[in-house]
């Protein structure tokens, strides 16, 4: 049975107009030995039935946590039930591409409304539709502020490990020195950074709170990278700033960050949404594309791309990014989740987060040999040493349903990164803390 929906009249015209006579000349530039022959050897189909059965079993062989102390960049919070419903109306399920305004306006609007709500949560003055996710929303902007005569990067490596990495294979495919600076009790060391910063640096990346979950001392980076004449580049979690200060009040130059925890469940690793913001002065480095607002004809609300990086389509050889789309039903997520919170239950929500963070992080660093591993103010996430094989305690957990924090070494000694949001309740961090005890005694 064939698939393809044209006849073969169809396909005998479209052969012609192009001046071959079958397929098989279509494709002689192939050499033989590449080609299939014969039918592909493939299992006999299986039913709906059949395979919503198999599928069904291999799902059983998932751990589903029911409690869960872990982020490091993926983090679970509360999703009104009204977010799932809006985003999974089959208008935006099914769209493509908003390339035909005309037929596209309800797409647009979603991201117009996504954009306005990522520049009020960062202070900046425009947003793009989105990125892949949040490390790809750092490497691009790291890209977008390349020059000719300013090609080198100094990042904080007090930084998500895979955004590092993806910020190392962005920058050694672009030729772009990179410079790591390294942390130091946590944070950034600011005297290491004002020594690697030169005439050279095009950009700084930095995240707040950063990976050890210590909100940094922004406003000296800010003052380092601006003072060298390299612009400042600023990732973080969305919720946090809702109480926070925003990137604009650092006086950062972009703002990007991982958009999951606006609407978005864990999902095994994905689909994720990066965001990126800019002042307007660089509006138009942003990757991707912008969606605006205008009027019709007839004075109507009107919705339209208002820019995209064209080079990236036409002229590539000068392009910077080559971002042509953007996750435009995560987009839609980010926006409903943000409309749904609303001011107060995103600061809610924020507030809870730390104030049950602070309680979980005095439980456990009673523990003996769970002290913190760094002063300083947190927002969600802590470190602390782990007098134990972290393994061990991963498993005494694992075994009572719950999620440990991440196991990460610092200096050579087993560390744990906690994670408490909003949806964890007091009886599980004390039920946590029970458990650590147990370990150790």
């Not at 089959?90 to 991201?111: C, D, H, K, N, R």
């Not at 703002?255 to 994720?272: D, H, K, N, R, T």
């Not at 660089?282 to 004075?299: N, S, W």
């Amino acid at each position: 049975m064939s698939y393809i929906p044209n006849t073969i009249a169809e396909r005998k015209e479209m052969l012609g107009s192009i001046g071959v006579s079958s397929v098989e000349e279509l494709f002689a530039a192939i050499p033989e030995n590449l080609r299939l022959k014969g039918r592909m050897n493939l299992p006999q189909a299986k039913t709906e039935f059949e395979v919503l059965s198999e599928l069904t079993a291999l799902s059983e062989k998932n751990t589903l946590f029911k409690t869960c102390f872990r982020g490091a960049g993926a983090y679970r919070h509360y999703i009104p039930s009204v977010v799932r419903s809006l985003a999974s109306r089959e208008e935006f399920v099914t769209a493509y591409t908003p390339y035909q305004p005309e037929l596209s306006q309800g797409v647009l609007q979603s991201i117009f409304e996504y954009q306005t709500v990522i520049c009020e949560l960062t202070g900046m003055d425009a947003s793009n539709a989105g990125v892949y996710d949040g490390a790809q929303a750092a490497a691009e902007a790291i890209a977008m502020f390349r020059e000719r005569k300013r090609t080198k990067a100094v990042v904080s490596a007090a930084i998500r490990p895979m955004t590092l990495s993806v910020i190392k294979t962005y920058c050694r495919a672009a030729d772009c020195a990179l410079t790591i600076v390294p942390a130091r009790d946590g944070v950034t060391d600011l005297a290491a950074l004002k020594a690697a910063l030169d005439g050279e640096t095009a950009a700084v990346y930095m995240e707040q709170p950063n990976y050890y979950g210590i909100v940094e001392n922004a406003a000296g980076i800010a003052d380092a990278a601006h003072g060298a004449g390299a612009k400042l580049i600023m990732g973080g979690h969305p919720i946090s700033l809702a109480v926070l200060k925003t990137p604009a009040e650092y006086s950062a130059d972009a703002a990007v960050g991982e958009g999951q925890p606006l609407g978005m469940p864990l999902s095994f690793g994905g689909p994720y949404l990066g965001f990126m913001a800019v002042k307007a002065r660089d509006m138009r480095r942003l990757p991707g594309r912008i969606v605006g607002k205008t009027a019709d004809a007839q004075g109507r609300d009107a919705y339209v791309l208002t820019l995209q990086a064209r080079e990236q389509h036409i002229r590539r050889e000068k392009a910077v990014s080559s971002i042509c789309s953007n996750e435009a039903l995560c987009s839609l997520t980010a926006a409903v989740y943000c409309a749904a919170m609303g001011k107060e239950g995103l600061r809610d929500a924020a507030n809870q987060c730390h104030a049950k963070a602070k309680y979980a992080a005095e439980q456990i660093a009673s523990i003996d040999g769970f002290g913190m591993k760094f002063g300083g103010f947190f927002f969600c996430e802590f470190v602390t040493s782990c007098p134990v094989p972290a393994d061990r305690v991963m498993d005494a957990l694992a075994k009572q349903n719950i999620l440990g924090g991440l196991p990460i070494k610092i200096d050579g000694e087993d560390c744990i990164l906690w994670c408490v949001t909003e949806v964890n309740t007091k009886a599980e961090i004390d039920a946590l803390t029970k458990i650590l005890k147990e370990v150790i005694y």
